[in-house]
């Protein structure tokens, strides 16, 4: 079995997740140059408890999945090499995605922020993107980081759940996230951004898509019971 797959210690997990936190709460705080910034510390309370209560369960009931999640590297092992390339391309707009709110809406104001009540709405638009994202997870053991076929866990076609309206409903739940996080801080620069990362993230679905196709025993099957990829109706 590969490493990363191995059941991680809890304690261990705890570290890394209060690190992660705490270094994206700093993302977060750092440019706007000041630690009094309300929406973004409700943000980062939601994802908080988000990250708390899906490591908890997977601690409990799918700790193989977890050591997975938890595996930030960007190149594993049978990682196919397009999503090497992709995963590397990602990065820079990923971290500008967390910077450049607080650039925008409070150290220099280069954009005026949206109103109070879109901003809270984008904030709950939040809780059912991720109840799909623990939904996901609780159906599909397999959902890796990167692009691969886990061989040494005997990877087989997930079909239930969120995978009868779309084949990657992971990726529609973080495509939402994308415009709905620098929404709710207020940034208008920020959703260039959001766009640039659903561009690739569309891009890594397609090429994600075709090699479950062609490799993943019961997948063509299941792409004629599941047509769309992402939004049902549209692809």
Same mark, same amino acid.
């Given at each position: ?15 890394? $997740?209060? /690190?992660?936190?705490? *270094?994206?709460? @700093?993302?977060?705080? !750092? ?5 009094? #910034? ?58 500008? $995605?967390? /910077?450049?709110?607080? *650039?925008?809406? @409070?150290?220099?104001? !280069? ?5 109070? #009540? ?118």
């Amino acid at each position: 079995m590969d490493s990363s797959s191995q059941p991680m210690n809890p304690a261990k997990v705890w570290v890394q $997740l209060v /690190v992660r936190m705490a *270094f994206f709460a @700093v993302a977060l705080m !750092w440019p706007a140059g000041t630690w009094r #910034w309300l929406d973004a510390w409700i943000v980062f309370g939601i994802w908080v408890v988000f990250a708390v209560a899906i490591v908890r369960y997977l601690i409990r009931h799918d700790p193989a999945l977890l050591a997975e999640r938890m595996n930030m590297s960007t190149a594993q092992k049978d990682q196919k090499r397009w999503d090497k390339v992709l995963m590397l391309v990602f990065m820079v707009p990923a971290i500008g $995605l967390y /910077v450049i709110p607080g *650039f925008d809406v @409070v150290r220099f104001g !280069w954009s005026d922020p949206f109103p109070a #009540w879109v901003r809270i709405v984008a904030m709950l638009i939040h809780i059912p993107c991720f109840l799909m994202l623990a939904w996901v997870m609780r159906e599909n053991s397999y959902l890796a980081r990167v692009v691969k076929i886990d061989k040494a866990r005997h990877h087989q076609v997930v079909t239930t759940g969120p995978y009868v309206i779309v084949r990657h409903p992971m990726y529609t739940a973080v495509i939402v996230m994308l415009f709905a996080m620098p929404t709710a801080l207020g940034s208008r620069y920020a959703l260039i951004i959001s766009l640039l990362v659903t561009v690739l993230l569309i891009v890594r679905t397609y090429l994600e898509d075709r090699t479950l196709y062609r490799e993943l025993d019961g997948y063509p099957e299941f792409t004629r019971k599941t047509p769309y990829r992402l939004f049902p109706g549209i692809w």
